[in-house]
């Protein structure tokens, strides 16, 4: 479940249930098969760009990388984001020059209003057969926009029919930290702060003097929002809407900063700065001083999602140190709220593959797309290569103890290595609980073998809290509706639009009141806050709301519409 940055990367916070515990639609071998017919497999290489970091990208001298190759021809030059992801996209759009395929998430508009990315329409009606039994009846929400109903992007981040089995946000706190707390109710930032206070207090140090941190955030770039911002709505009853709180009933958006109970999360940041509690260096160090941080084993707690911090995790698990790893924990401001981790979405549609305006050869990268998005291509993604990283005993995957045991404690040589996961983000596929053909999860991520990740002293914490698994810690997705727009944050919104400039506007005022209002002595938050607010009025934030209102609102009737709602 941790084998890949890419898959975790992925913001979906549920699925639409339905067939999720059945077997997927036979037919997918005759699909495949059909497919493979006269195809072309000589060799060819197509560049590819990637918003998300693979920093485990292997050139395609991984295990998965070659039967893909094997299997298609293909071989793929990469690139994977490094800095500011949308400056690099307006960049490509500006000079015209692409590569053949893009990942590009939210920032697609910018290569849509450059005319830099082909209409997929007629190419995945004619030469993707597998992509479209596994899309099914959501094909119309890889469309662009009502105005444009073109398919720009073949959505790949978010997985279809999903019902989620992994918890890896909340709020995050070492095994051995609430071990010696002995295994106190985590359910309020006041339980959380105590914990950690009283671990600090015992142990100021480590073993070899230095000083122990209790809580650390990851403020770098694009990171801010995972670790900082996002967490602010989730606390407060808030869905994963990106920078937006969106009304259930109305379908209104409001930029969510500018909710009161908002104020009272950060105002709480404030407070364990004040306390001494919160890294110092949380709003200046870089991502890899945060790793690093982590692979210490100093810092107490965490505010993240585990594909964020995990190499640091696992550099802790490779040195045997399990009690210093992590378990999560659905903390919110008080019993009133409801963590919404596992509030679903249904197919999300959104963020995906494009292919550009250039491309060398539209017809070989879409049948490319297309063999990932096989049975035979999702089984190779997310289990590997048979006989290699699993085997098949009496018509059942599994993974060897051997196999396992690197996945567990040598996760990212294996990950190096194997490639297992790396496709994720590039393919059409089924999500957590679909069951393949065969009877099997397309994925690994079943209560199952959930649990053969976990190392002792994680099951040791998971069964002080009567749980299994992290998840059961949750309040669960029958505990909400599932919401009409999947989420607000992949809405695809053009680049020139109005609502685009505005955000930033919006994000570069947000992203300097946040860490002072934090830092503030705290006599002086309320007076940082009320300026805050000030400063986003100013800058149009209610002309922003109204204008992403539209769009949230366009998409509950573009889905609605075309789906017979």
Known sequence: MTLSFLSACSKDNGGNGGAASGAAPSGSSKATEAAKEGEDLSPVTFTYFSEDPNPNWNNMQDDVSKEITKKTGVTLDAEYAIGDPAQKVALMAASGEYPDIIAAKGDIGKLVDAGAVLDLTE?????????????????????????????????????VDEVKAVAGGGFELQHRVVKEAGYPTIR????????????????????????????????????????????????????DDGEYFVDQQ?????????????????????????????????FVQKYDQYKAKVASGRVLGLIDQDWDYND??????????FDQTYGHYPVTMGEQFKETSFWPTGFMGGYGISISSKAKDPVRIIKFLDYLASDEGQILN?????????????????????????????????????????????????????KDPTGNYYTKNSPEMITEGYSDVEKETLAAYKAKTWKDLFPKEDEFNVKAYGAAWNIQIPGEDEVSILGNKMKDITWKRIPEAILAKPEDF???????QNDLIKAGVEKMEKGYTKYVQDRVKLWGADEGK
């Not at 009606?125 to 398919?151: C, F, H």
């Not at 640091?312 to 045997?320: F, H, N, P, V």
């Not at 309320?526 to 805050?532: E, F, G, N, P, T």
């Open 526 to 532: 309320d007076k940082i806050w009320d300026a805050y």
């Open 123 to 159: 190419l995945i009606d004619k030469y993707a057969p597998n992509i479209k039994k596994v899309l099914g009846p959501y094909m119309s929400r890889a469309k662009y926009t009502t105005e444009d109903q073109s398919i720009y992007s073949i959505p790949t981040w978010s997985a």
């Open 250 to 282: 109305t379908n209104e958006a409001i930029y969510h900063f500018r909710r009161p109970e908002e104020k009272e999360y950060f105002r709480w940041l404030n407070h364990m700065n004040a306390e001494g509690l919160l890294d110092k260096e949380s």
């Open 312 to 321: 640091g995790q696992q550099a802790l698990k490779t040195a045997g140190k």
């Open 382 to 434: 997310n289990w590997g290569v048979e006989g290699k990283h699993y085997v098949v005993e009496n018509g059942k995957r599994v993974v060897p103890k051997e196999v396992q045991d690197r996945i567990n404690n040598d996760n990212t040589a294996f990950t190096k290595e194997s490639g297992l996961g790396f496709y994720w983000n590039i393919m059409v596929h089924y999500g957590d609980g679909v």
């Open 188 to 239: 309020t930032v006041q339980d959380y702060e105590k914990v950690i206070k009283d671990y600090l207090a015992k142990h100021p140090t480590d073993e070899n003097g230095n000083k122990n941190i209790g809580l650390s955030l990851n403020a770098d770039d694009w990171h801010m929002y995972i670790s900082v911002t996002n967490p602010a709505a989730f606390v407060t009853g808030g869905s």
